[in-house]
């Protein structure tokens, strides 16, 4: 097991729970989708495993174990060690990720120094072919030039360079297309998962499109009010849909309806005495939904409600 997530539990300010048990792992090799609607939790889970909550978030209970070792027990200086070595990661914003006052070519070679020493022409040289690859044109031209001077699909193309230039085991990447035209998302896609198939990396693609997870992704886990409410493979879930919430995601991809009801949660959770999360908006809801719903599965499918239907589409 590549990455192995569990029962991850995170509280805001005022100890309002945003993340309440979330738990799911990645396999070498696979493309595992975190999908669900705005402020589900999804950036979250990624910002905890990697080390990146901004206080007052914090981590309150839970494991994520790559390749073995707890990620949320580490030092700050181990953690360093791992992230952007082992673990690659995308932004959503990937303008943020470049330093703006260093020329691309520059911060390719530092992504490389700082975690092994390496010879600068070797690095230079890496850090050109690394991005050919990423289908930069020109690339030592490119390699002089500052952050500001590229186009948003070039400085995204730059950003997955840097996440992969170390070749790590694991990339996670939080929504790479967001803000970018429809073009540019299927060319960076397209790129994302090229590249992944490839290098043989197990990726966690964090997205609100189950178009995309239908597309790009071997698993599936989709996250409702801070949990994982239904996990499995792409083929089984989108054919046998087990939980409510994802039947409605699946025919709002399909008729391209908003899906009935508030979010209750605002981005923290309902009192655990409220039940079931998604209890309000649910149409198959009975006393019985007052009670949270553990997971239960059928093989490698699983889902978090009392009534999940594994049988039927
Ligand atoms: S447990 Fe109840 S409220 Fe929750 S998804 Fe299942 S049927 Fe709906």
Known sequence: MLLDVQDLRVDLAGNTQALAGVSFRVVKGRILGLVGEHK???SLTASAILGLLQPPARVVGGRALFEGQDLLRMSDADLTRVRGARIGFVVQSGHTTLDPNTRVGAQLVRAQSVHRPIVPAEAAWRA??????????????????????LTPATVQRVVLALALINEPQ???ADEPTAGLDITTQVQILDLLYMELRRRRIGGVLITRDLGVVAQYCDDVGVVYAGQVVEQGPVTQVFARPAHPFTRAMLATMQERLAIAGDRNFGGALPPAAQGCPYQPRCGEATERCAVAPPLVGAGVHAARCHFARFGAA
């Not at 050109?128 to 001077?149: D, K, N, Q």
Request: proline fraction near 11%; charged fraction near 25%.
């Open 40 to 42: 589900a939790g999804k």
């Open 128 to 149: 050109e072919t690394i991005m050919s690859s990423m289908g930069i044109p020109e690339p030592r031209l490119r390699a002089e030039a500052w952050p500001h001077e």
């Open 170 to 172: 694991l990339l996670i």
